[in-house]
Structure formats: structure tokens, C-alpha cells
């Protein structure tokens, strides 16, 4: 069974700050997404990486996928309030078996202090 | 371009009581998913569906759960005889035939509450 782990499980932190947040796991992944959760609503895509070592960026936010495909970072410059919600990394293993369901982290939730 | 819809949002019923959930994916996606989400968790995939095909069922799926996508457009999801550890978000994504990266779409989810 494919396992991502989160860390940290829990992040508070002044406007202004930086941080980064992680997603580990043992197994390696076709593709990986980022998906950031509001309260009470469904995750809503960020960004994916498929490709080794490929940094991506949308605006403050910058996403890496491990050379071995099996981690990626999220850093966040100048955190703001409004980047404030459940941060998860999903998985992708395209095994050729026809499975297409997403392996989730449980998630960073991550607060942002004005 | 409407994003994934689902319906009701919320659903309070007591244990042993039947629901129904509808998930209305984006137009021209053509795969479905349904996964659960409890707190402090990230989603569980429950099942999924190509068209109108259920293709792959997760062994979270119990007997008193049933997914159906009558027409390979919107799907529903029905648990009967609910009991409290049902209590949770169900979630409804949808993926275009084009996806080659299995990027899912959300929709904003049913929180259910089993009393």
C-alpha cells in the first residue's frame, strides 16, 4: 500500500514568513499533486509535477517533485492570511493495471497569522 | 466552465436510515470518483467509474454502499442502513479523457452526519 506522509502535521506562522512543507513517501509516483482545503469545502488543485527533479511556480508558492520521484516539497514566501487552509499532497502510480484512484497525505494545515 | 457540483451539501439522518448522494462531474469528464474524507484525514478513494462503467471498488466500500453512474454523466452514491462511523465528507472529482496525469477536479463535497 502506498503510504505519503505530511509533514508537519500542523503550522502557524506570522504574515510575512516563509515556509516550506513536505511529502514523503517510499513508493514512486507517475505524477503528484498539490491540493489546498478550505474548511468545509472540497481540495482544489495547485499544481502537478510529473517529471523528476521539475520545480514548478505560481506565484508565491513553489512546488518540487525528488529526483526520485518519491517527495515534494511547497514553499511559501510571504505567507499571507489568505494562504491559510489544508495543504495535501496526492499521488498518482500509473501501475498500466487500469487503478487511476489518488493516494492522499492527511495533510498540512497550515495557519497564517495577521 | 461549472466546476463539479454535488447535492445535498450537508445531511443529518439517524443510524439505520438510507441517503442518497448525487455528484455532477464537468462537462465531457468522463471518469468519476467518490472518496471519503474524515477529520484529520486526507480523502479516501471509494470508488470509481470510466462512463458509465464502475471500474475499481475500494475495500472501504462496504455492502451497504452502492455507486451508480446510470448514464456516463452524473453519479449517485447511496449508503443504507447508515451507522455513525459513516459520519464524514463525501467527496465527488472528475478527470477529462485527456487527463494523462490523473489530475481529479472536487467538487465541494456532502458532509454527512449520522446521529
Known amino acids: 500500500t502506498q503510504l505519503l506522509e505530511q509533514s508537519p502535521q500542523f503550522l502557524s506562522i506570522q504574515e510575512g514568513e516563509n515556509l516550506t512543507v513536505y511529502c514523503n513517501s517510499s513508493?514512486?509516483?507517475?505524477?503528484l499533486q498539490w491540493y489546498r482545503q478550505e474548511p468545509g469545502e472540497g481540495p482544489v488543485l495547485l499544481v502537478t509535477?510529473?517529471?523528476?527533479?521539475e520545480v514548478k511556480k505560481l506565484k508565491r508558492l513553489t512546488f518540487q517533485f525528488g529526483d526520485a520521484r518519491k517527495d515534494s516539497s511547497l514553499h511559501i514566501t510571504a505567507a499571507q492570511p489568505g494562504d491559510t487552509g489544508l495543504y495535501l499532497c496526492?499521488?498518482?502510480?500509473?501501475?498500466?493495471?487500469?487503478?487511476?484512484?489518488?493516494?492522499f497525505g492527511k495533510g498540512t494545515k497550515l495557519s497564517v497569522i495577521p | 466552465d461549472t466546476g463539479v457540483s454535488q447535492d445535498p451539501r450537508h445531511k443529518i439522518t439517524k443510524r439505520g436510515q438510507n441517503v442518497t448522494f448525487r455528484c455532477d462531474p464537468i462537462?465531457?469528464?468522463?471518469?468519476l470518483y467518490w472518496y471519503r474524507q474524515t477529520l484529520g484525514q486526507g480523502p479516501e478513494f471509494l470508488t470509481y467509474?470510466?462512463?458509465?462503467?464502475?471500474?475499481?471498488k475500494s475495500r472501504l466500500l462496504s455492502d451497504r454502499f452502492s455507486a451508480e453512474r446510470p448514464k456516463g454523466s452524473f453519479s449517485t452514491l447511496e449508503i443504507q442502513r447508515t451507522e455513525q462511523g459513516d459520519s464524514a465528507m463525501y467527496l465527488c472529482?472528475?478527470?477529462?479523457?485527456?487527463?494523462?496525469?490523473?489530475?481529479?477536479?472536487f467538487g465541494p463535497g456532502t458532509r454527512l452526519t449520522v446521529l
Open positions: 509535477v510529473v517529471t523528476g527533479g
Open positions: 496526492a499521488g498518482y502510480q500509473n501501475s498500466g493495471a487500469g487503478s487511476y484512484q489518488l493516494t
Open positions: 462537462s465531457e469528464h468522463n471518469r
Open positions: 513508493s514512486v509516483f507517475s505524477s
Open positions: 472529482a472528475s478527470t477529462p479523457p485527456s487527463g494523462a496525469y490523473n489530475e481529479q477536479f
Open positions: 467509474f470510466q462512463n458509465e462503467a464502475q471500474l475499481e
